[in-house]
């Protein structure tokens, strides 16, 4: 492959990316000004933005075209696509009314500095661009912008309106401080398996993928919930493993 072509290929899937957020955007405010309250395909949008995410890097690291432009550019569609985009769409709903514009203000502060951490960190040596990771610190921004996303689609598609707005009130906070703490949250599986549990993961990646077809509307939500709970989970796995290591440390 040229190196043009394998540098350049990755941004045009970035490029991509942004150009769904900001259509994201535009719906949102139509929909506003139009009155009617309908998020339109605005959620889609920032589903679609996100798997566009994903694969520009998938791309850059099998092509080995990862460079430093390419990071900076994504991360400016990072912050398009799922800080201003998401935040536009809840805004737009006001489901706390005056609040919301501080709930929406932090998740894009947080989800900002997610990215910026995320950028100095994978900066730090030139080769690691390129390799693939195993785990984030802290929850990634795209499926944050996934799990406000899919919660409206699932509303609309069950009720036609946003529903408990309380409970997504809090839902919110909580996205905003999982962005910018230390939990691990593991990668997309990858399909070379290397371990005892890659039968498993290959279960796992076939259900979603069943559910996923047989009804997205219901399903992106809930599974995305599930990869959120699970990097807490984790962090409380390994807590009762670190006070255990320490009891026996002590008796010893």
Known sequence: MKNWVRVALPNVFTLGSIFCGVSAIFYCIDGFNALTGDPGRAPWLIIAAALLDSIDGKVARYSQGATRFGIELDSLADVISFGVAPIVLVYTLKPFGEITWVLCLLFLMCGAIRLARYNVMTLRRVERINQEKDNFMGLPIPVAAIAVASYVIFCWDRWEELHLEGPFM????????????????????SLAFK??????????????????????????????LLYILSGIAAWGVHMVRHDEDMALSVEE
């Open 170 to 189: 809090g839902f919110m906070l909580v996205l905003s401080i999982l962005m910018i703490s230390p939990l691990s949250y593991r990668t997309l599986p």
């Open 195 to 224: 371990s005892k549990w890659s039968i498993l993961k290959l279960i796992a990646i076939a259900v979603a993928l069943a559910a996923l077809v047989w009804n997205p509307q219901l399903t992106i939500f809930p599974i995305v």
